[in-house]
């Protein structure tokens, strides 16, 4: 019953698994889906990077494969029971070694289908096991050895064809080895002889083997390395059998034994957390027939794994950045940006080629650029964003520094304006280099110039102010010098009043003019702005000076004038002393005499 066979592998939605063990092909040739999972949780192989390796047993049906990986390596593949006598292993099952970083495929052994399926899922799973094997047992009885034309012998020639289809490119540096185990060796045979007739064997299968084009002559031993070693009967000599096995496991567990069977050019290189994606991948390759080459797989696994280990960090990329954006937007300036920015991605970047790198070397370049390119426009925005506030910040530093300095008496504008902007320019330019991160070519050259810009539009501004303050200045203390020296000719005027009234103006004029001259120096100004101000002043001076004038000579203030002149001399006498008059006065001809005097 169909049942209690699936309890026993522990079915579930059609996939048979035990706790330790997962059938990775299915008897209808379909891949598992729990492979990954298997990887992480069951064997917990999937950090271990290049550190692992992976055998397959092939072989006869029936001849002990099963119990022969169990003993080897400490695993639970299903065996045959004594009393059942039927095909146990269907499709392809893993499982990891015991106490050591190994995968191990058990696989379907020959012969397994019925005749006239032919020998599909054979080559199929040679296919598989040798794109993804470092070693491979060939299990076979001893009586099998020298029957050329025996059934192992068809296998072996798939297994040239396979290889020569997947390692063309890879000839002389990427091997794997073919481990035979030579079953219930009696002894009588030296196992010596044995190899020798295996050697003689497989020299004429790789013989008969169609090369590529380019490929007649290669050797067999261009791509693989031959072990060959023999076990007793295990029913009948268990302990011997047991013995034996203990010293051939030491090959596969002890880097220091002579004969230890993962050398380094065995591996297929695909790193663990890669390896579910590799194998189904190779697996739908060769499902769907198409010609498999392994360089092509390992860039397309690589494509795939390295895609996936960018989405991962990045993700985690942005959720760290994500607390920039708020201040930045909001016009603050934050702290350490450059730093903090340049971790964020160093860490990210690291994440990526923590598992990564172990990937086809261009494909992993190729996507390390991508996610940094990525990282970077990321950041850019936040770097021109902090560039735009500290700018900001710049300008109102600028303009507070020379608002503070002008409030004072005896500045040199030029000098304040100076010094205010190498203050500030520093300012911008030390923050600006704190935050260009490495890797990139950011710069700010477009910044500085624009706050440069901005600087020279609030100098200018503030120059023709601050100029205008000054001529105010000078005029109004100009004004105060008209007023006293034109009232006080007024006040007593005398024939030459005029041609005093018009030196004076001359001489306040004069000293007038070189004071804003002497000014206009730290002002920076230019000869044409001196000369129109020159002008304006002049201009203006008369103007003040005819106003002073005409309010001296305005009607009423002319007339008070003359009363005030007229009562003086009518009302006192010549000691200034009031007049007292007698009735011999003639009061009209005095009236008239001081009348005649004012005017
Ligand atoms: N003669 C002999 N029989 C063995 C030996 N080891 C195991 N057997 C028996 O051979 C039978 C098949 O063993 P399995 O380990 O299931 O063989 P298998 O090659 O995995 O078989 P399939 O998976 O069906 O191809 C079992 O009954 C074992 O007890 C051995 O060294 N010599
Ligand atoms: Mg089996």
């Not at 297994?159 to 997947?166: A, D, G, I, R, S």
């Not at 069977?261 to 189904?280: L, M, T």
């Amino acid at each position: 019953m169909n049942g209690v066979a699936n309890d026993s592998n522990g079915q579930a939605n059609g996939v048979k698994k035990t706790s330790t063990q997962l059938q990775i092909i299915d008897e209808n040739q379909h891949f598992t889906q729990e492979l990954s999972q298997s990887m992480k949780d069951e064997w917990h192989l999937a950090d271990s990077g290049f550190n692992y390796n992976l055998v397959a047993v092939f072989g006869s049906q029936s001849t002990g494969k099963s119990t022969l990986l169990n003993r080897l390596f400490g695993t639970n593949f299903d065996v045959m029971s004594e009393s059942a006598r039927r095909q146990t292993t269907k499709g392809i099952w893993m499982s990891r070694g015991k106490d050591m970083n190994v995968l191990i495929m058990d696989v379907e052994g020959t012969d397994g289908r019925e005749r006239g399926e032919d020998q599909d899922f054979e080559r199929k799973s040679a296919l598989f096991s040798m794109a993804t094997s470092n070693v491979i047992i060939v299990n076979l009885w001893e009586h099998q050895v020298g029957l050329y034309q025996g059934a192992n012998m068809g296998l072996l020639k798939t297994v040239f064809e396979v290889n020569l289809q997947l390692f063309q490119a890879a000839r002389g540096k990427e091997k794997t080895l073919l481990l035979f185990v030579i079953r219930d060796h009696v002894g009588a045979t030296p196992l010596a002889n044995l190899a020798n007739t295996l050697t003689a064997d497989l020299d004429r299968i790789w013989q008969s083997v169609s090369k590529p084009e380019g490929l007649e002559n290669c050797s067999i031993n261009d791509y693989f390395d031959f072990m060959f070693t023999a076990l007793p009967h295990k029913l009948l000599l268990p302990e011997k059998f047991e013995e034996e096995v203990i010293k051939l496991r030491e090959r596969f567990v002890n880097q220091n034994h002579k004969d230890f069977v993962f050398k380094p050019n065995y591996s297929k290189r695909v790193p663990a957390d890669g390896f579910h994606v590799y194998a189904e991948g190779i697996w739908d390759q060769i499902m769907s027939n198409k010609d498999l080459d392994l360089p092509t797989q390992q860039e397309l696994l690589a494509q795939y794994r390295c895609d996936e280990i960018a989405t991962v960090a990045f993700e985690a990329f942005l959720g760290k950045i994500k607390g920039f954006r708020q201040p930045i937007e909001a016009g603050k300036i934050i702290e350490g940006l450059g730093p903090q920015m340049e971790e964020i991605r160093n860490t990210t970047i690291k994440q990526f080629d923590k598992d990564a790198s172990r990937y086809h070397s261009d494909v992993y370049k190729r996507k390390r650029n991508e996610i940094l390119n990525k990282a970077n426009s990321q950041l850019h925005a936040f770097y021109l964003g902090q560039l735009k506030n500290l700018s900001k910040k710049a300008i109102t530093m600028f303009n507070s520094r020379i608002q503070e300095k002008l409030k004072g008496e005896g500045y040199d504008f030029a000098e304040v304006v100076l010094n205010a902007r190498n203050e500030v320019e520093d300012y911008f330019k030390k923050n600006a280099e704190s935050i260009v991160l490495t890797e990139t070519d950011w710069t700010y050259d477009e910044e500085i110039t624009q706050l440069q810009e901005g600087i020279d539009e609030i100098a200018a501004k503030s120059r023709i102010e601050e100029t205008k303050k000054m001529i105010n200045g000078l005029e109004k203390a100009f004004q105060a010098q008209i007023n006293e020296f034109v009232t006080l000719y007024f006040k007593s005027p005398t024939p030459d009043m005029w041609t005093k009234i018009v030196n004076k103006f001359q001489e306040v004029l004069d000293k007038t003019e070189q004071q804003l001259l002497k000014k206009a120096k730290s002002f920076n100004s230019s000869e044409e702005e001196n000369a129109k101000s020159v002008e304006n002043l002049r201009k203006r001076s008369w103007q003040q000076l005819r106003k002073k004038i005409d309010d001296e000579l305005a009607d009423n203030m002319f007339l008070l004038k003359l009363r005030e002149r007229f009562e003086e001399k009518f009302r006192y006498d010549d000691e200034g002393l009031p007049k007292v008059w007698k009735p011999e006065d003639d009061i009209d001809a005095h009236f008239r005499k001081s009348r005649d005097d004012v005017i």
